[in-house]
């Protein structure tokens, strides 16, 4: 990296971090997203954040931003701009696109999936090749990345085409128990900074700069991406293989997505400071999924390269946020008391139980150290005396 940028995108990260609780790896996909140029949507039940963190990311970047919540009935003009009447009376058609989608750098569109195909129509051009037609004249558009959100993957086949242009489908959930506390005091204080924005904008005082990134950095980040970082040889082996694979599996791949996809590596190696991909910038392809069922499939195929990468060269995985082992331990006691205490569990209480463990077994063998393996061992037993109790067989 040029790397004076390297810091910029260090703090949009630790900044998003601090608001919003266990979205580190999404995170880090928006920042690979806005360097590579490409396009992400967020795709996941109401209430996980899908929107606050695209709109806290946009405020982070001093860039143009267009944002617009997308409905059978929404028209063109509403994204592209009005008609010009003045040249319609002089017979030529074309759009008042000032402060309009046409003329943004960062655009969000919320429940995009949701278009009608006049607007769908005029988005694949633009997406693609950053153009768009304006009456006769084509302009360039100065579009780095355009992030989507939505309740549900795209269901019509006339939507597929549009789905496409989304290079990273990205899967956004309800936290797991062991968040709650933190989640209800990071709540709070986002509510509280919300109320205090409120007041500022009906006293007329004047808004703070927050901006971390200009849109210069991520134009001139992804002008020279592929010019910065290279492509080992043993790292397009592994893609290779890795690709074989998913399609063997029927996930699709296209050609094109295929050579796209490496814009993203290149972006997550760039992210990181360093001018060489490596197997771990492969967990990108964990969020190349066309429908949610091959989720599980992709982390089958890929976690597990990643983690041998990464188990081989520590020190080159990134940092990130570690849930606190006292929080985790508390959790634990929690769940173990609920299953031993000696009462009868519904069918809906023992498997949320179960999937609590399942949970924190996860959590702790990402914390490591003595104290976390002595927790999965406990987890371990835990689980043991239920199946041979006959607990969880009496309920089948």
């Not at 703090?11 to 920042?31: H, P």
């Not at 109790?389 to 009496?394: D, K, N, S």
Request: hydrophobic share 45%.
């Amino acid at each position: 990296m040029s790397h004076a940028l390297k810091p910029r995108f260090d703090a949009v990260r630790r900044e998003l971090e601090q608001q919003f609780l266990a979205k580190e790896e999404i995170i880090r996909l928006m920042l690979i997203a806005a360097i590579a140029g490409e396009h992400m949507v967020l795709i996941g039940p109401p209430g996980t954040a899908k929107s606050a963190v695209i709109r806290a990311f946009a405020q982070l970047v001093d860039a143009n931003y267009f944002e617009y919540l997308l409905t059978r009935f929404s028209e063109p003009n509403e994204l592209f701009g009005p008609v010009d009447i003045q040249s319609f009376r002089q017979g030529e058609y074309r759009r008042v696109t000032q402060g309009m989608l046409p003329e943004a750098e960062i655009v969000f569109l919320d429940e995009a999936f949701k278009a009608n195909s006049a607007i769908l129509n005029s988005l694949l051009t633009l997406l693609n090749e950053r153009k768009f037609n304006n009456g006769a004249k084509v302009i360039n558009t100065p579009l780095i990345s355009l992030f989507a959100a939505s309740n549900e993957v795209p269901s019509d086949d006339g939507l597929n085409a549009i789905f496409d242009r989304f290079l990273l489908r990205v899967h956004s959930d309800n936290l797991d128990s062991y968040h709650f506390h933190e989640l209800m005091a990071r709540g709070l204080d986002l509510e509280r900074k919300a109320q205090a924005a409120m007041r500022a904008a009906s006293d007329n005082a004047p808004k703070p700069v927050t901006a971390m990134l200009s849109a210069a950095d991520l134009h001139e980040s992804r002008r020279s991406l592929l010019d910065r970082v290279e492509f080992p040889e043993e790292f397009l082996a592994t893609y290779k293989g890795l690709c074989f694979q998913l399609r063997g599996e029927g996930i699709s791949l296209s050609d094109r997505r295929v050579v796209r996809l490496l814009k993203l590596f290149a972006a997550a190696a760039y992210l990181d400071g360093r001018t060489r991909c490596h197997e771990g910038d492969l967990f990108i392809l964990r969020h190349c999924w066309n429908n949610l069922d091959q989720r599980e499939i992709l982390d089958d195929v890929i976690e597990p390269v990643v983690a041998h990468y990464f188990a081989e060269h520590p020190d080159d995985k990134p940092s990130q946020s570690v849930v606190d082992l006292d929080r985790l331990v508390a959790e634990l006691n929690l769940v173990h008391k609920t299953l031993t205490q000696g009462g009868d569990l519904s069918d809906i209480q023992l498997f949320t139980q179960l999937r609590n463990l399942n949970d924190l077994r996860a959590a702790f063998s990402a914390h490591g150290g003595d104290t976390a393996s002595r927790m999965i061992q406990q987890i371990d037993q835990l689980l043991e005396q239920i199946f041979e109790g006959g607990r969880f067989g009496a309920q089948a």
